[in-house]
Nanobody, 122 residues
Framework: HVQLVESGGGSVQAGGSLRLSCAASAYTISNYCMAWFRQAPGSEREQVAR???????NYADSVKGRFTVSKGNGKRTLSLQMNSLNPEDTGTYYC?????????????????WGQGTQVTVS
């Protein structure tokens, strides 16, 4: 199984930037559909970005143009560059993985999850 650990969360002013990282126990994440989700208190978990095995990327409309998902140089990390942050971006951000991508925003299709990292935008 794949273990995922997120890092890079913190507090930032509106308009600022943060870069989140997801470290995977697998030797390479190239064989997995990787995704970022976020969850605000009292809200459902929301998919914000996805990078399938073919290397393409998908984004939620709410973050498109501001967030960029990419794979790290070491083949074991997934990153989420977040720019122009606003208070609505506040929440716990989760890294997720599955053997292949299925329907967009279907959290139940992902087998592996990190424990999350907190992002707070003032």
């Amino acid at each position: 199984h794949v273990q995922l650990v997120e890092s890079g969360g913190g507090s930032v002013q509106a308009g600022g930037s943060l870069r989140l990282s997801c470290a995977a126990s697998a030797y390479t994440i190239s064989n997995y559909c990787m995704a970022w989700f976020r969850q605000a208190p009292g809200s459902e978990r929301e998919q914000v970005a996805r990078i399938p095995t073919d290397g393409t990327t998908n984004y939620a409309d709410s973050v498109k143009g501001r967030f960029t998902v990419s794979k790290g140089n070491g083949k074991r990390t997934l990153s989420l560059q977040m720019n122009s942050l606003n208070p609505e971006d506040t929440g716990t951000y989760y890294c997720a993985a599955e053997s292949r991508c299925r329907a967009w925003a279907d959290a139940t299709s992902y087998t592996y999850w990190g424990q999350g990292t907190q992002v707070t935008v003032s």
